[in-house]
């Protein structure tokens, strides 16, 4: 395998989804809930990664080579999910992601929201 994010399109990475779910004949399970609670779980699996870690325990963990491939497959189940159900209800993901975000720019305007880690509403209320 010599895919890496400078030559793979995600176009790409939705149709080798597309292929290993067809070749499984998994389409069948996969309705708009179940492919949600699939996300969710796979997030779920890459928070165990970190449960009652402290940040020094993750500091390390994230440099331990087997370690860091782990959390990397996880993310990778992540994006599988995210990308299944973008092509299932046929989101262009590419262009979904850069609306969305505008609109986290715009709710997080530079001036003030940088190097500040208050919710977007919270900003909101200061601007009060
Ligand atoms: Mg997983």
């Known amino acids: 395998m010599n895919t890496t994010d400078q ?3 995600i176009a790409q990475l939705k149709e080798q989804i ?8 998994w389409e069948q399970f996969h309705t708009p809930k179940d492919l949600a609670i699939g996300l969710s779980v796979e997030a779920a699996e890459l928070l165990e990664h970190f449960r009652f870690q402290s940040e020094a325990d993750i500091a390390a963990r994230l440099k331990d080579e087997a370690s860091l491939k782990d959390i990397g497959h996880e993310l ?5 999910f995210v990308l299944l159900m973008s092509d299932r209800f046929g989101l262009d993901t590419a262009s979904t992601f850069e609306e969305k975000l505008k609109i986290s720019a715009a709710r997080y305007p530079i001036a003030e929201a940088r190097g500040k880690n208050l919710k977007y509403t919270e900003l909101e209320q200061e601007r009060e």
């Open 18 to 25: 597309r292929n290993f779910v067809k070749e499984r004949d």
């Open 7 to 9: 030559t793979c399109t």
């Open 76 to 80: 990778a189940d992540i994006l599988y």
